[in-house]
């Protein structure tokens, strides 16, 4: 069994096709008798099992030790059936490839057991495999995929959960809910779960993501009276879900997050306000004469209360109907707001997070949303720290791997000897740099894997691009290697344009 290190604290354990799933089954079997320390998450590929929150090496000596099987049986249980209408317009165009007529495509799709191998690209999306065809992805992607599309591509069966681009060929249509995440398992098709589908005539479109909500029963709240122009709710992130094709999202400059809650007496993992560059304004609501304490950390900002002057860094004590305003970000791109008693949104899969590229968790916040408070438990706290120094060019340590033989000779010397800049198509999902192209060894595709926090993809067109909170939980293109973790706060505090530089450690 080959593992391979994904940066320092995940592996990358090389299995036989098409049985990531049953192999994931067979580690949290040894993670239940106590064999396996826990990991954070096991996420499966196609030919891969990416192992979050164990070390490459602490996982070999685990299992060095063990009886693994050959190969692992399949999985118990009954066979998910999905009812299907085959009206999809790429249907003829899937028949012509194939060399048939539309009638033998659906007969021959619906006659296909199918096994869902893994999930990725959105929360409950499963890759399906069974067929023996494989079908090219359209030469031009759709910039709208409706929700319940039954569609095609490579040797992957997937039914899309929620409306997004895609480029696969769409084949037929499903009214079925496929991610829920008040169900347990939130996701009807997890990885090993057999699936048929059935045709049928019609049926009910999927039903639209309930609305999450966002105000509590307590006794305070805050309303948001200038949003900026991007601002979210923030904890520490959600785990235990990425096999799903969850994101973990939390906050981007997790140490900044950390600190504003120290401040104001908050467990450090309490959610908080995320701003980028031009702040957030809000107003206390509380049903007495009550007051809080917030705090301000991350890109150094004016703040006023009641639009007098207050201290950036410090906890500063807010009277119920007041209104705080933090300024634009004097340097770096984050500020962190801290209340006491933390933002009570409902969480969502055990985190309050906005995630981005989901949707998941409250939703990005406009003027007039009403965020509850939970009730303080602790006075805040001195804390004593250094404010952080404009950024004008950031330096991030780099692991090599897993797939560092996939790229042309010379490239990881390339890559950590020359400069980058951030480019302006950077965001809460990925940290894109702008300069020398990497190539790959072979036109060929890889087959999709997990992805961690850190991981440095390179996509055809060469440019690197570093993965943040919001990221897929798999991909399909190849990771050169994966930027330490302590250098990503300073990576979320840079503006498009600032200095990248990667270095390498661990060699």
């Not at 296909?112 to 992607?141: I, K």
């Not at 005539?201 to 122009?229: F, H, N």
Request: aromatic share 4%; with cysteine; net charge negative.
């Amino acid at each position: 069994m080959r593992i391979r290190p994904v940066g320092s604290t995940a592996a990358l354990v090389d299995v036989p096709p098409g049985t990531s799933a049953r192999w994931r089954t067979a580690l949290i079997d040894l993670v239940a008798t106590g064999a396996l320390p826990a990991p954070d998450e096991i996420v499966p590929g196609h030919r891969t099992m990416l192992v979050d929150g164990i070390s490459a090496q602490a996982l070999a000596l685990a299992l060095e030790s063990l009886e693994l099987p050959d190969q692992v049986a399949a999985a118990a249980g009954g066979t998910v059936e999905i009812p299907t209408v085959y009206d999809g317009a790429d249907l003829s165009e899937v028949a012509r490839l194939w060399g048939t007529d539309v009638a033998a495509v659906v007969k021959r799709h619906a006659a296909t057991d199918f096994e869902v191998e893994f999930c990725g690209f959105a929360p409950g999306f499963a890759y399906l495999v069974g067929l023996d065809e494989q079908v090219p992805r359209r030469a031009t992607p759709r910039t709208r995929v409706p929700p319940g599309a039954v569609a095609l591509a490579g040797r992957f069966c997937g039914i899309y959960p929620s409306t997004s681009p895609g480029g696969w060929q769409i084949i037929g249509r499903t009214g079925v809910e496929l991610f829920d995440a008040d169900k347990d398992p939130p996701a009807l098709l997890p990885p090993g779960t057999r699936v048929r589908f059935v045709p049928v005539d019609k049926q009910p479109e999927p039903s639209g993501r309930r609305p999450i909500s966002e105000a509590s029963a307590g006794k305070a709240s805050i309303t948001v009276v200038r949003a900026g122009a991007l601002s979210t709710v923030q904890d520490s992130g959600r785990r235990g879900v990425a096999h799903l094709g969850v994101p973990r999202a939390g906050a981007l400059d997790a140490p900044a997050a950390r600190l504003a809650n120290r401040l104001v007496g908050n467990g450090q993992d309490d959610a908080v306000l995320e701003t980028t560059l031009d702040g957030v304004g809000f107003r206390l609501d509380a049903l007495d004469d009550r007051s809080v304490a917030i705090a301000v950390t991350g890109a150094p900002a004016h703040v006023h209360v009641d639009g007098r002057t207050a201290e950036w860094g410090v906890a500063v004590g807010v009277r119920a109907g007041s209104v705080v305003d933090v300024g634009a970000a004097i340097s770096g791109v984050r500020s962190y707001v801290a209340v006491s008693g933390g933002i009570r949104v409902t969480a969502v899969l055990g985190s309050r997070s906005t995630d981005t590229l989901s949707g998941l968790g409250p939703p990005i916040l406009s003027a007039g949303h009403v965020l509850g408070l939970g009730d303080g438990a602790q006075s805040p706290a001195l804390v004593s720290f250094t404010v952080p120094r404009p950024v004008g060019e950031v330096v991030l340590h780099l692991r090599v791997g897993p797939d560092d033989e996939w790229f042309a000779p010379g490239s990881i010397d390339l890559l950590t000897a020359t400069t980058y800049t951030l480019s302006t198509d950077s965001n809460r999902v990925g940290a894109r740099l702008q300069g020398p192209s990497i190539a790959w060894r072979t036109g060929d595709e890889m087959d999709s894997a997990g992805m961690v926090v850190g991981a440095v993809q390179v996509p055809p067109d060469g440019r690197p691009v570093v993965l943040l909170a919001d990221h897929p939980t798999t991909g399909g293109y190849p990771v050169i290697g994966v930027v330490d973790p302590a250098d990503l706060a300073a990576l979320a505090q840079a503006r498009p344009g600032t200095i990248v530089r990667l270095r390498r450690i661990g060699v």
